[in-house]
């Protein structure tokens, strides 16, 4: 991918990638609703290929395509950030879920099963499943964040760069630890589902194949996964920077 004066060829870099940048955007709009047009997804993605390109000049020390492929998503995602595609009521409702869990979690020491979350936000199980997925889409976003608003973005922080101190590696290997015991502490259902998505790469049609569940059903058991996961990962992490604020 150089020209004859040894440079990075940027446009044959950006014709190789682009459908990178069209799969990307479809795999993601499986979780997004209606209303969002993969056009958008695909010209915030491009955006971020072009990017990946500059940066890759600047001297970034890591395989192209897996740098590519963050910064793709990263763009795509900041894009529906910024035009708060997401009703505000549904993020509140997200909020509620992940209050209700965290709540019962500490009184009861296990997960909580969805009739107990259904009752504890006083409503049916059946408006409760709908309150899930409506919410597809926000999961999404919160799963690839994982940190507070404010923070630095989770993809920037886990990208291959072997300049960064070590004590900020250690604290991202934490954070990837609490993930996968997060994980394995899911109902197993929760985890396979999780599995056959971010492992073996199946769509929300196939894995309700696998598992004999409707497609709308997988996306319920996903936007509650996602709300225990960050309910355990955000609440460690609070311990840990409560714990460093401490011994200064």
């Given at each position: 991918?150089?020209?004859a004066?040894?440079?990075?060829?940027?446009d044959?870099?950006?014709?190789?990638f682009?459908?990178l940048?069209?799969?990307i955007?479809y795999?993601?709009?499986?979780r997004?609703p209606?209303s969002?047009?993969?056009?958008?997804?695909?010209?915030?993605?491009m955006?971020?290929?072009?990017d990946?390109?500059?940066?890759?000049?600047?001297?970034?020390?890591?395989?192209f395509e897996?740098?590519?492929?963050?910064r793709?998503?990263?763009?795509?995602?900041?894009?529906?950030?910024?035009?708060?595609w997401?009703?505000r009521n549904l993020?509140?409702?997200?909020?509620?879920?992940?209050?209700?869990?965290?709540k019962?979690e500490q009184e009861n020491?296990?997960?909580p099963?969805?009739?107990?979350l259904?009752?504890?936000?006083?409503?049916?199980?059946?408006?409760?499943?709908?309150?899930l997925?409506?919410?597809?889409g926000?999961q999404?976003?919160s799963?690839?964040?994982l940190?507070?608003?404010?923070?630095?973005?989770y993809?920037?922080?886990?990208?291959?760069?072997?300049s960064?101190?070590?004590?900020?590696?250690l604290?991202?290997?934490g954070?990837?630890r609490?993930l996968?015991e997060?994980?394995?502490?899911?109902?197993?259902?929760?985890?396979l589902m999780?599995?056959l998505?971010?492992?073996?790469d199946?769509?929300?049609?196939e894995?309700?194949?696998?598992?004999?569940?409707?497609?709308?059903r997988?996306c319920?058991?996903?936007?509650?996964?996602?709300?225990?996961?960050?309910?355990?990962?955000?609440?460690?992490?609070?311990?840990?920077k409560?714990?460093k604020?401490?011994?200064g």
């Open positions: 991918m150089y020209n004066a040894g440079q990075i060829d940027r044959q870099l950006v014709q190789r682009a459908p940048v069209k799969r955007a795999h993601l709009m499986a997004l209606a969002i047009q993969v056009d958008d997804l695909i010209q915030n993605g955006m971020g290929l072009l990946a390109i500059g940066r890759f000049e600047s001297g970034m020390g890591a395989q897996t740098y590519a492929t963050q793709i998503r990263g763009a795509m995602l900041d894009g529906l950030r910024d035009n708060d997401l009703p993020r509140r409702d997200f909020r509620r879920i992940e209050s209700a869990i965290a019962l020491g296990r997960p099963s969805e009739n107990e259904a009752a504890a936000l006083g409503m049916s199980l059946a408006e409760y499943q709908k309150m997925q409506d919410a597809r926000h999404l976003v799963f690839e964040d940190v507070e608003d404010g923070d630095d973005d993809l920037e922080r886990h990208l291959a760069d072997p960064r101190e070590p004590s900020r590696l604290e991202e290997e954070l990837h609490l996968v997060g994980i394995e502490m899911l109902p197993e259902r929760e985890r999780m599995a998505y971010y492992e073996q199946l769509n929300l049609r894995i309700g194949e696998v598992m004999g569940v409707t497609e709308s997988v319920q058991l996903h936007s509650q996964a996602v709300a225990r996961l960050r309910v355990r990962i955000l609440g460690e992490t609070r311990v840990i409560s714990k604020k401490r011994n």
